[in-house]
């Protein structure tokens, strides 16, 4: 019998409240709870569900995790100051709550105490239940960290959650000692459900790092591996566990964002699909199963489709209208991907109005959507790009005294406008269009590439046209590697290595725009790899992540450079050996 229950005995029963208080907390009873509050999550009763959670978090371990868990997810959808404080209050009361149902020894010796088979030591359901929430609070913290990509974040959140990432192995270790208990204990599946959720998102991201990250995080005692990751992932997955649809959501975020972003574009949209399926059908209106099923139809290229469900799970909620905000950015990519700039730009215009999550952001996206329209359409919309791209400096972000990447880009890509005789960028979208990846999408529809390839020859011819400015070189290698993209999406790759090579043979002369080289490399190594040239694919991307640094969205590069080159060694070819084996 669990110290709960022997508790739960115990109490004076003509104390009712706190009768309903212990039958409240008992681990069934919180976990039945708390399964409740997920499901009116799901089916957007967001208030509801922490109505429900609320009034148990100082008592409960699972109310805590639960409650402080939509507390993080608001705040990482709103990156809103008071939300981020929220949450992180929220995560230091759950941390407490949690340690007094912990052992009092760690659960180290216990597993040690289980192999000498001294069963005196055997921890309580209740406390290996709360080693495990006690983990999942430490890697959200880190999670808050994580929202800033640079190097610096990763390193200062990996060092916060190395004590997470210990507690979940000891949980493993554990949870492999006492397969037996899956039987006799109906809460034992959810114990296990989340030691694959923790074990194998552990894995996955520490297996994103790149190498001078990872070992430091080697050193650390960390180690990851990919596949054990998606391994677990799928697991977790596939279990009738309260955290299943954590894992779920984790191999989503994985497949539709992480591979986009950081990696080559190259997600698994099938088991995406697959996965999301049966959420699908149960909660059909749910803004969180719309919304992934939209982004899934956006990387596939079928854009009118995805437009459609983004605009459904706007309508889904007014509750959260965070969630708006996602699907804003998502639909300005949408028509952004069909060249239907006064769409975009309208989506681009709420997100200034709306969302704070990244102001600078949203408005040099702005202003580089108006770019693309001919003055008199902007001049009707009351627009002034000069003066918006003027506001993007005073508008970023800094966390702990760093800026973010993306914003530190926008704002060198306006500077040029603050001189008396401003230069025009020459086409602000598409690199934007290119600094999210977003050519890996449109690449799978030839006709919008191939438009979109016509744009870029005539900014071409233009700036053969005109005076050259100080920016003329600059603005030159930017349209030739976002052509080579455009031809190597088509198939034409003697053209697209040409524009690559363009680039680099200019990059003594390259004034501005210094991420041009080793980015431009990156995308001819790809271009070797398409060939079926690894070797040439692997010497290229090396050359970029070895000789060059202090460029813009550097941190950037190198997550994709190392995506690249695991997946390139993790075919037959011989390659070095990946560092991040288990």
């Known amino acids: 019998m669990g110290a709960v229950e022997k508790s739960l005995q115990q109490v ?43 009034p148990w978090k100082s008592e409960s371990m699972y109310h805590a ?19 981020m404080e929220d949450a992180m209050t929220s995560l230091g009361e759950s941390l407490q709550t949690c340690q007094r149902f912990r052992k009092k020894v760690g659960i180290i010796e216990t597993i040690t105490s289980l192999w000498y088979r001294t069963p005196a030591e055997k921890p309580t359901e209740a406390e290996m239940h709360a080693e495990l929430c006690y983990a999942e609070v430490l890697m959200q913290k880190a999670v808050l960290t994580f929202l800033d990509e640079s190097i610096i974040s990763f390193i200062k959140g990996g060092m916060r959650i190395r004590n997470s990432y210990q507690i979940f192995k000891d949980c493993q270790a554990f949870a492999n000692m006492t397969k037996d208990m899956e039987e006799q204990r109906p809460t034992y599946v959810h114990f296990r459900g989340g030691v694959n959720m923790g074990i194998g998102s552990f894995n996955l991201m520490l297996s994103l790092f790149p190498s001078r990250v990872l070992r430091l995080m080697e050193f650390l005692g960390f180690s990851g591996d990919r596949e054990i990751g998606l391994s677990e992932l799928r697991w977790g997955a596939s279990s009738n566990s309260l955290r299943s ?70 309508a889904a909620q007014q509750e959260w209208r965070q969630i708006h905000h996602l699907c804003y950015w998502e639909l300005m990519w949408a028509y952004s991907f069909e060249l239907n700039w006064k769409e975009a730009y309208r989506y681009a215009d709420l997100l200034c109005k709306e969302s704070k999550w990244s102001q600078a952001v949203y408005v040099f996206q702005k202003a580089a959507i108006l770019s693309m329209l001919p003055e008199e359409e902007v001049n009707k919309l009351g627009e002034n790009v000069v ?23 926008a704002a060198k890509k306006a500077q040029r406008y603050f001189s008396s005789s401003s230069v025009k960028l020459v086409v602000p979208a598409l690199e934007m269009m290119y600094v999210w990846n977003g050519f890996t999408v449109v690449g799978k529809r030839p006709e919008l590439t191939q438009l979109i390839l016509a744009t870029l020859e005539k900014a071409e011819e233009q700036l053969e046209n005109e005076n050259p400015s100080e920016y003329y070189l600059d603005d030159q290698c930017v349209v030739q590697l976002l052509k080579g993209l455009c031809l190597r999406h088509l198939g034409r ?25 080793p980015f431009t490399m990156f995308e001819l190594g790809l271009l070797h790899k398409q060939k079926g040239d690894i ?5 290229v991307i090396e050359n970029a992540k070895m000789n060059y640094k202090d460029y813009n ?10 995506a690249a080159l695991s997946a390139m060694s993790s075919s037959s070819i011989k390659h070095t050996p990946s560092r991040t084996s288990a």
């Open 245 to 314: 649809i954590l894992s779920t959501m984790t191999l989503l975020t994985f497949h539709l964002y992480i591979t986009v972003i950081l990696g080559t574009g190259e997600g698994n949209l099938t088991e995406a699909e697959v996965l999301l399926e049966p959420y699908t059908e149960r909660f059909p209106n749910g803004a969180l199963m719309l919304f992934y099923t939209a982004r899934i139809a956006l990387l596939k290229g079928n854009f009118t489709f995805a437009q459609e469900k983004f605009l459904a799970c706007i």
């Open 553 to 562: 969205m550097e941190s950037r590069l190198h997550f994709r450079i190392h």
């Open 493 to 517: 790759l003697v053209q697209a290595e040409l524009c690559f090579n363009h680039v680099i043979a200019s990059e003594n002369d390259i004034m501005f725009d210094n991420y041009l080289v």
């Open 65 to 83: 995790v639960g409650y402080s868990s939509i507390l993080v997810m608001q705040a990482g959808m709103t990156f809103d100051p008071k939300d």
């Open 535 to 539: 070797k040439a694919a692997i010497t």
């Open 387 to 409: 003066e918006l791209f003027r506001q993007v400096d005073d508008l970023r972000l800094r966390i702990a005294g760093k800026s973010i990447p993306t914003e530190k880009f």
């Open 12 to 54: 004076d029963l003509s104390n009712s409240s706190e009768v309903a208080m212990s039958r409240k907390t008992d681990l069934e009873s919180a976990l039945k709870d708390c399964t409740t509050a997920l499901e009116l999550f799901l089916t957007n009763k967001f208030s509801d569900a922490l109505s429900l959670l609320k």
